[in-house]
């Protein structure tokens, strides 16, 4: 029996996607799991795949079209079979002028969330006018100083994909640094100013500051800092890796993961969100981690946090953030998440604050663990310290259980063997 293939939810708020290439075309044998299409969203470049094995009966929708969520985009059943397909959805495309105000409130999750960004840009050429392109067409040429301008693109419209970039450099058409060269600094003709530059935003970009504003404007947020002696978990980490490949390796922040979650379950009020008058608290603890991508951020979600070995936290969160800067996230390393965490330690920042993710009740914003002269028993000694700082919707919950929750957060990061049993 035929079965419809509708356009995914990513996020509880995405209301539409642009369906950027049909990977198996009508008349294609396809299995369950096999990428059916490729759909942009303001999170991310996302991979479709059929929920049913058959034939490709029909394409709903063509390439190139902005579709609502759970709208049909194709139909599969078996070969030959005869079935009145959907009525074609109405769609725009993926041209957006510039002062048009974009359609959905996407989710920061920001997971997100999840990426390039997600929508067909344009880059000026002087010869030819705007090019269309992908993200990862743009990041690939940025990468390599190419001019998108000589390339023939091949989706809709002309746009130009990842893929038209790698074929025209692997068919020797263009040569690394064959783009326009960036200006370089010099220290004879140096200019003490230089002209205006006008930047697009992406989309990613815009979803990011509709979110936070959104966040910001209707979040009564309160802050909530802690200090954590982190010698312990430094320890455990050096004698976890001693035994795991170079990339099995588990990192500081897969520690504060795993304690976040154990942690939540104890503060359900913190594990949840605000609907109307009532606050739900999520009976599973989805914790979202902050990946940086080009043109912004994106969240990515470790499902049931709490019952996950390290091991796992860490391999699911590499996995997860490769294809992210990838462009090749799925719907569920996106979506789900019930709490957030940033972690920006990598940068040496000693603290900070992040804003509430919306519809959650709370983030937790991570510093760096570092080296510092500590006072033990009346004597000055070398420690090693790490400020969080948690974010919190004032209508869900309230200073002192914040605190709280900072206070038992402690007691598994500074007795990490508390994580293991």
Known sequence: MAETINMPKLGFDMAEGLLVRWVKQVGETINKGDVLAEIETDKATVEVESSASGVVLSHIVEQGSVVPVNAPIAVVGAAGEKVEAPAKVESGKSEVKADEKPAASPSGTVQTAPTPAS?????????????????????????????????????????????????????????????????????????????????????????????????????????????????????????????????????????????????????????????????????????????????????????????????????EIKAMAGRARDGKVKPEDVDGSTFSTSNLGMYDVEEFIAIVNPPEAAILAIG????????????????????????????????????????????????????LV
């Open 119 to 315: 929508v067909s840009q344009t880059v000026s050429s002087a010869d030819n006018g705007p090019v269309k392109a992908s993200p990862l067409a743009k990041k690939i040429a940025r990468e390599k100083n190419i001019n998108l301008a000589s390339i023939q693109g091949t989706g809709p419209n002309g746009r130009i994909s990842r893929k038209d970039v790698e074929a025209a450099l692997n068919s020797g058409q263009l040569t690394v640094g064959s783009g326009q060269q960036r200006p370089q600094p010099s220290t004879t003709n140096y200019q003490p100013s230089v002209e205006d530059k006008t930047i697009p935003t992406t989309k990613l970009r815009q979803a990011i500051g509709r979110r936070l504003v959104e966040s910001k404007q209707t979040i009564p947020h309160f802050y909530v800092t802690h200090e954590y002696k982190m010698e312990a978990v430094m320890d455990m980490r050096k004698q976890i890796n001693a035994y795991l490949p170079d990339n099995e390796k588990v990192s500081v922040n897969d520690f504060i993961i795993k304690a976040a979650a154990l942690t939540l379950r104890q503060f359900p009020n913190l594990n949840a969100t605000l609907k109307g008058n009532e606050i739900i608290q999520f009976g599973h603890v989805n914790v979202s981690v902050a990946v940086t991508v080009p043109g912004g951020l994106m969240t990515v979600v470790v499902k049931d946090a709490d019952v996950k070995s390290l091991r796992q936290i860490s391999a």
């Open 368 to 419: 760096s663990a570092k080296e510092t002269p500590v006072v033990v028993n009346g004597e000055i000694k070398i420690g090693s310290r790490m400020k969080a700082t948690i974010s919190v919707d004032h209508r869900v919950s309230d200073g002192a259980e914040a605190a709280q929750f900072m206070q038992k957060l402690a007691e598994f990061l500074e007795n990490p063997v508390r994580m």
